[in-house]
């Protein structure tokens, strides 16, 4: 027997569906990050400075160069799903909540291509 | 609708929260202080590739200075932190771990993982 209306449906309430997508996402960039995130921390401690020309040098070489692109593109990612919980879950007004989730959608692009075209200027 | 001893909801601001609540909102914290670190790292690398040496030399004085180097150490403990319990979440979610005991010992575990991390690396890194 049904004892709901499928008024929610018309007017669109309930869950965006796609709540498994961000969480499958957050714990699968997390799991990429964990070698990763070793792997920066022993690259910049093994350095012998962390001066521009010591840092350059070592970026101009192709596989640091994919490690810090893979591991900088997996942590804006992963922090871009972050911030999304943290402003849906503190900015209420929902005006203010959707030019937040529009601006950072966009922070995250910007910041994805500057680390891709910096990491092929170093290397090429 | 009489009774006067029903339970209520926790009042924050007399609330004794649990290791395991200070444990969440620090995870939240140095995430939130992680982004900021990642977009310091994102405009470090476009500095090195894209402008002068003084540019980037202007991100190593910073950092070489008392108050960038106590940045970064923060920024270390952050990301040990939510490092180590990142992978005590990931114990959560294929149900590990759950029982109060494991909780507790885990968060305390966590903790001092990332003090004694951050500690290693500051020490041989310097």
């Known amino acids: 027997m049904q004892y709901r209306t499928e008024i929610k449906r018309v007017k669109g309430l309930g869950t965006a569906k796609h709540g498994f997508g961000h969480w499958w996402m957050q ?8 070698p990763l995130g070793l792997w920066f921390v022993f690259s910049l401690m093994s350095l012998p400075s962390l001066a521009p020309d010591a840092v350059i040098q070592w970026l ?21 799903l972050g911030l999304q919980v943290i402003i849906e ?7 203010t ?5 529009i601006l950072l ?19 090429l | 609708m009489s009774s006067s001893n029903r339970p209520t909801s926790p009042h924050l601001q007399v609330y004794k929260m649990p290791l395991s609540a200070k444990l ?7 995430g939130l202080a992680l982004s900021f670190a990642a977009v310091i790292l994102v405009f470090w690398l476009f500095a090195l590739a894209y402008f002068s040496t003084t540019t980037s030399l202007a991100f190593y004085g ?29 114990f959560w979610d294929i149900g590990k771990g759950f029982d109060l005991e494991t909780v507790n010992k885990s968060g305390l575990f966590v903790v001092a993982a990332a003090v004694v991390l951050t500690a290693v690396v500051w020490i041989i890194g310097a």
Request: net charge positive.
């Open chain 1, 27 to 34: 714990r699968l960039t997390a799991v990429l990050m964990l």
């Open chain 1, 60 to 80: 101009q070489n192709s596989v640091p160069a994919l490690l810090m692109m893979l591991w900088v593109v997996t942590v804006v990612y992963h922090a871009t």
């Open chain 1, 89 to 95: 879950d503190y900015v209420h007004d929902k005006k």
């Open chain 1, 97 to 101: 909540a959707l030019t937040l989730l």
């Open chain 1, 105 to 123: 959608k966009f922070a995250m692009v910007i910041m994805i291509a500057m680390v891709v075209f910096s990491l092929f200027k170093l290397v």
């Open chain 2, 24 to 30: 969440s909102i620090l995870h939240r914290l140095t």
């Open chain 2, 62 to 90: 910073f950092f070489s200075s008392v108050f960038g180097k106590i940045l970064l150490i923060l920024f270390t403990f952050a990301f040990f932190y939510h490092f180590c319990n990142g992978i005590r979440h990931l």
